[in-house]
């Protein structure tokens, strides 16, 4: 079974900084595509940013500039440090990833629980 486990987040103040983690486990494969959405209270869940697993990382235009996500794919994580953080920044943070796993055909969609990130002006 594949999970995606998400560590990170709290409660941090206009201007402050926060890292997320998030680790996939199980019988896996591969791993394409790895990002982070998050969703405000009463909105649509929005991408923030995506990094396959070659290629060019991508950012929503609300974080470019303030937010850098990584990843290490010998420990199959994501990250996303999050810098310069403003209260419209707050939300529940979802890691996602695109992921084979053993023995599979193809690849399935995988979400984290979701961390609430709460940054207080």
């Known amino acids: 079974q594949v999970q995606l486990v998400e560590s990170g987040g709290g409660l941090v103040q206009a201007g402050g900084s926060l890292g997320l983690s998030c680790a996939a486990s199980?019988?896996?494969?591969?791993?394409?595509?790895m990002g982070w959405y998050r969703q405000a209270p009463g909105k649509q869940r929005e991408l923030v940013a995506a990094i396959p697993s070659g290629g060019t990382t991508n950012y929503a235009d609300s974080v470019k500039g303030r937010f850098t996500i990584s990843r290490d794919n010998a420990k199959n994580t994501v990250y996303l440090q999050m810098n310069s953080l403003k209260p419209e920044d707050t939300a529940v943070y979802y890691c996602n990833a695109e992921i084979r796993g053993v023995l599979r055909l193809g690849y399935t969609n995988y979400w984290g629980q979701g961390t609430q990130v709460t940054v207080s002006s």
């Open positions: 199980g019988s896996i494969f591969s791993i394409t595509t």
